[in-house]
């Protein structure tokens, strides 16, 4: 049964850092792809950045504008999303998750159906 569970998110400033972690179980780890994926209050939950299997390739929303980085340890079985510069608009439940491909295409990991999510981080960004 595999299990993710994020966590490192908390309440900052407009302008501060923050850096999520997730932890993932019962799958070979390095045999996939993780994304990271947000859900503000009141709309759907939108693919935010995804990582290869080896790390070697990342793909991020345009409307990050560097401000966010992926990044893995495969000998942890855990993904990173360091994020700065945080907005307002930044606020939401953050969600790993694995996935069997990595694509450079945001509409894939938005129109995909997922059987099963963590309980997700909370990042609040005060204004």
């Known amino acids: 049964q595999v299990q993710v569970v994020e966590s490192g998110g908390r309440l900052v400033q407009a302008g501060g850092s923050l850096r999520l972690s997730c932890e993932v179980s019962g799958l070979v780890f390095d045999d996939y792809a993780m994304s990271w994926f947000r859900q503000a209050p009141g709309k759907e939950r939108e693919f935010v950045a995804a990582?290869?299997?080896?790390?070697?390739?990342?793909h991020y929303i345009n409307s990050l504008k560097g401000r966010f980085t992926i990044s893995r340890d495969n000998a942890k079985n855990t993904v990173y999303l360091q994020m700065n510069s945080l907005k307002p608009e930044d606020t939401a439940a953050y969600y790993c998750h694995p996935d069997s491909q990595f694509h450079y295409d945001t509409d894939y990991y938005n129109t995909r159906k997922y059987d099963y999510w963590g309980q997700g981080t909370q990042v609040t960004v005060s204004s």
């Open positions: 990582i290869s299997w080896n790390g070697n390739s990342r």
